[in-house]
T-cell receptor
Framework: GQNIDQPTEMTATEGAIVQINCTYQ??????LFWYQQHAGEAPTFLSY????GLEEKGRFSSFLSRSKGYSYLLLKELQMKDSASYLCVLNTDKLIFGTGTRLQVFP | DAGVIQSPRHEVTEMGQEVTLRCKPISGHDYLFWYRQTMMRGLELLIY????????DSGMPEDRFSAKMPNASFSTLKIQPSEPRDSAVYFCASSLTRSTDTQYFGPGTRLTVL
């Protein structure tokens, strides 16, 4: 089966950098998504990694290491609006969602 | 495009009643997914359709749950009879082609069963 582990909660300060880690166990997968979900709203797509390495998209970057079973989402220049849950998602024959990391950004 | 549309946004019902949740996917998307989200278990896939045909319903918790997709623009998730443990947010999502493409989520239906 598949298993995804991420920290339950994190806090950070506006303007800072935060890294949200995700480790997983799976027999095989196509890639790994990161989704953002604000409280009371639907998840929205942030990034998708297929190959090992870093994918950069503005203030957000996502990294994947298949050999280590590890991914992270890096958020730079944090803003208050970045307070949300961040979901690590394995792309197998269907999507397997982690329980998410709730990030709180303080002024 | 209006995105994925779900109704109702909130539903409060009493145990034993039938509940029907509705979803309209993004036009042109071939795949439709129903998820349930709770604090304890996170997002769980219940069932998904490809071109209106159910492909994988292994996530449907029990026979009280059923889902249909009579045409490309409409799907329902029905719970009969409902129980308090069914209280959750139910999301519908759609994707363009393959089941592993980026999924676009609707706003969700918050269900409370008393």
């Amino acid at each position: 089966g598949q298993n995804i582990d991420q920290p339950t909660e994190m806090t950070a300060t506006e303007g800072a950098i935060v890294q949200i880690n995700c480790t997983y166990q799976t027999s095989g997968f196509n890639g790994l998504f990161w989704y953002q979900q604000h409280a009371g709203e639907a998840p929205t797509f942030l990034s998708y990694n297929v190959l090992d390495g870093l994918e950069e998209k503005g203030r957000f970057s996502s990294f994947l290491s298949r050999s280590k079973g590890y991914s992270y989402l890096l958020l730079k220049e944090l803003q208050m609006k970045d307070s949300a849950s961040y979901l690590c998602v394995l792309n197998t024959d269907k999507l397997i969602f982690g329980t998410g990391t709730r990030l709180q950004v303080f002024p | 495009d209006a995105g994925v549309i779900q109704s109702p946004r909130h539903e409060v019902t009493e145990m034993g009643q039938e509940v029907t949740l509705r979803c309209k996917p993004i036009s042109g998307h071939d795949y439709l997914f129903w998820y349930r989200q709770t604090m304890m278990r996170g997002l769980e896939l219940l069932i998904y359709f490809n071109n209106n045909v159910p492909i994988d319903d292994s996530g449907m918790p029990e026979d009280r749950f059923s889902a249909k997709m009579p045409n490309a623009s409409f799907s329902t998730l029905k719970i009969q009879p409902s129980e308090p443990r069914d209280s959750a947010v139910y999301f519908c999502a759609s994707s363009l082609t393959r089941s592993t493409d980026t999924q676009y989520f609707g706003p969700g239906t918050r269900l409370t069963v008393l």
